[in-house]
């Protein structure tokens, strides 16, 4: 195994995220997003559950803090020498008295940070509020600096390489949709039809192989269909039941979107014209798309659409994608909202989901998009109309 990337990409994220650091005037960086960590050095592991955090200095080198029986994911996930892979010993772990952060500030004062601006990251999934006490107690004479998403608004422009990783994710997803339509049939228990899906993520292509992704795989169907993001059970698919799929594909952690919708049966005049709609919808969107398009400009072009059909969706239509792990795929940066004015930069990578949630039924239809300097490409290469079985 090697780390998904050359040592100069990581290099170019790095320099990114400490002209930031300046700008905000932060000495030192407290990362504890698993997709921040990874997008920054590589690092990848199911280590998350249990505290880990990245440290990162405009004078000290990207320092990986974790527990001790995964820090040897560091030797083949990055190009990190063993003096930046920190390790905090068994008998931290998940203990009444005392907690890992503890050992992680003790090692952090100890490379003379106390006393410097240090940012952290809030609003992160897996850096807890007892984290943060522990590092701030341990390191007092810091000024500690609410980050935001820092690392996450470096991340939104992709190098050539992460969009060709993109861009196999998104071949991946295509395999997994197929695998769906391919399966789907009335009597065919959800679950069953997940599990050939679940494999095809993981198998990929003959030429790379899947992960599994960040989003967990949705199935809309029937009443479930009324809402946007049901978990797949163990009852069977029925007749005359429109279903919809939420799918992804995932390659070296890099997540790609892909959600169509099968009827079984005959398709109701609802369901024909409100596939249409949504169709049309996405053209708009697709038109509307160029590097520096504003997000509600985005949104705009689909709602000009829903307002002739007399439609409505309350919810975004879509956020920037990249690499991520569970129980997300965003980047929870731009979002395509009415309100968002944010201009999307050349090679940018968004998840546009048009789903429409209605009364006892429902139906989906996305696409992950790159964004170029003059257009937007589909990544998947998918049918769009509305399948019937």
């Not at 829903?306 to 690499?323: A, C, P, Q």
Request: some cysteine.
């Amino acid at each position: 195994m090697a780390p998904a990337f050359s040592r100069e990409e990581y290099k170019i994220r790095l320099n990114r995220v400490r002209e930031a650091m300046q700008s905000g005037g932060i000495d030192v960086l407290v990362v504890g997003d698993p997709a921040n960590i990874n997008w920054l050095t590589g690092y990848d592991a199911w280590s998350f559950y249990t505290p880990q955090i990245m440290v990162v200095g405009l004078e000290l080198e990207p320092t990986w803090l974790g527990r001790e029986m995964d820090a040897g994911a560091a030797k083949f996930t990055t190009y990190l020498p063993e003096n930046q892979v920190v390790a905090f010993p068994e008998n931290y772990v998940q203990q009444k008295e005392i907690h890992p952060a503890q050992y992680m500030a003790q090692w952090m004062v100890s490379k003379g940070l106390n006393g410097k601006r240090i940012g952290y990251e809030s609003d992160v999934y897996f850096l807890t509020p007892a984290a943060i006490d522990h590092l701030k107690q341990g390191l007092a004479y810091s000024q500690w600096q609410d980050c935001g998403l820092l690392v996450n608004w470096q991340r939104i422009s992709k190098s050539n390489a992460e969009i060709e990783m993109l861009k196999q994710a998104a071949t991946i997803a295509g395999v997994a949709m197929q695998t769906a339509y391919d399966g789907v049939r009335a009597g065919v228990r959800q679950n069953d039809l997940m599990a050939e899906v679940l494999a095809a993520q993981v198998r990929g292509t003959k030429d790379f192989g899947g992960d599994m992704c960040a989003l967990h795989p949705l199935v809309l169907a029937g009443e479930a269909a009324s809402t946007a993001h049901p978990m797949w059970t163990d009852a069977t698919f029925e007749n005359n039941q429109t279903i919809a799929f939420e799918l992804g594909g995932c390659r070296k952690r890099y997540n790609a979107g892909l959600a169509r919708t099968v009827h079984l049966g005959k398709p109701t005049d609802k369901l024909i014209t409100t596939a249409q709609a949504v169709n049309e919808g996405m053209e708009a969107v697709l038109e509307s798309m160029k590097a520096g398009a504003l997000c509600c400009d985005v949104h705009a072009a689909w709602q000009n659409v829903l307002d002739r059909y007399g439609l409505e969706k309350k919810s975004r239509i879509g956020y920037s994608i990249g690499v991520g792990y569970s129980p997300d795929w965003g980047e929870h940066t731009i979002s395509f909202r009415p309100d968002d004015n944010t201009p999307l930069p050349e090679n940018a990578v968004v998840h546009i989901i048009l789903g429409m949630w209605m009364e006892g039924w429902g139906m989906e239809l996305s696409e992950t998009i790159h964004v170029r300097e003059k257009e937007a490409v589909c990544l998947t290469n998918f049918p769009r109309e509305v399948a019937i079985v």
